[in-house]
Antibody
Framework: EVQLLESGGGLVQPGGSLRLSCVASGFAFRSFAMSWVRQAPGKGLEWVSGFSGVDTSTYYADSVKGRFTISRDNSKNTLYLQMNSLRAEDTAVYYC?????????????????WGRGTLVTVSS | QSVVTQPPSASGTPGQRVTISCSGSSSNIGSNPVTWYHQLPGTAPKLLIYSNDQRPSGVPDRFSGSKSGTSASLAISGLLSEDEADYYCAVWDDSLNGYVFGTGTKVTVL
């Protein structure tokens, strides 16, 4: 069974930093791209950042570019999100998501597994 | 504000068919596959449709997806009370070099 477990959320002051972690199990973590997706209270889903499953390419939403850094440690089956210069508008539940729904014959772009999320609150 | 738009709400009575639209542009829906998710309150999103019109294993065939040009649609037929949730489309955007989620649609079962 695939499991994604996020941690590291909490209350932080504006301008502060946090590092989120997502521990994966139940699948070949190193072979799949992974993403962070967030949801502000009462709002919709927003893709934040992604890390390729085939090379070291990383991708960011414009809203976090230059402030957030995504990384992964395949030896620990763990995805990270380092968040710096946090703003009130970064307050959200942050989900870790596995990219790639695979059938018997092929894999397709899709966030097919999600963690339960970790809440980040940026407030003074 | 997302570059991919959905109607904020949709509704129907049990048994009816409801359709949700997802409107984008040539840099996203026009050139990449669309996925659909639903989200019950307080829970993580769940994949409903991948590659525009394919259902993952375990998703009922009441859910169907389609795409034409720069728009996509999700149809729910035989509406059930348990279908009351928020629905999102998502797609890669070649200009933004990242994924974009639609603005989301709240489906209410009357």
């Amino acid at each position: 069974e695939v499991q994604l477990l996020e941690s590291g959320g909490g209350l932080v002051q504006p301008g502060g930093s946090l590092r989120l972690s997502c521990v994966a199990s139940g699948f070949a973590f190193r072979s799949f791209a992974m993403s962070w997706v967030r949801q502000a209270p009462g709002k919709g889903l927003e893709w934040v950042s992604g890390f390729s499953g085939v090379d070291t390419s990383t991708y960011y939403a414009d809203s976090v570019k230059g402030r957030f850094t995504i990384s992964r440690d395949n030896s620990k089956n763990t995805l990270y999100l380092q968040m710096n210069s946090l703003r009130a508008e970064d307050t959200a539940v942050y989900y870790c998501a596995k990219e790639g729904y695979c059938t018997r014959f092929n894999c397709f772009e899709a966030f097919d597994q999600w963690g339960r999320g970790t809440l980040v609150t940026v407030s003074s | 504000q997302s570059v991919v738009t959905q109607p904020p709400s949709a509704s129907g009575t049990p048994g009816q068919r409801v359709t949700i639209s997802c409107s984008g542009s040539s840099s996203n829906i026009g050139s990449n596959p669309v996925t659909w998710y639903h989200q019950l309150p307080g829970t993580a999103p769940k994949l409903l449709i991948y590659s525009n019109d394919q259902r993952p294993s375990g998703v009922p065939d009441r859910f169907s997806g389609s795409k034409s040009g720069t728009s996509a649609s999700l149809a729910i037929s035989g509406l059930l009370s348990e279908d009351e949730a928020d629905y999102y489309c998502a797609v890669w955007d070649d200009s933004l070099n990242g994924y974009v989620f639609g603005t989301g649609t709240k489906v209410t079962v009357l």
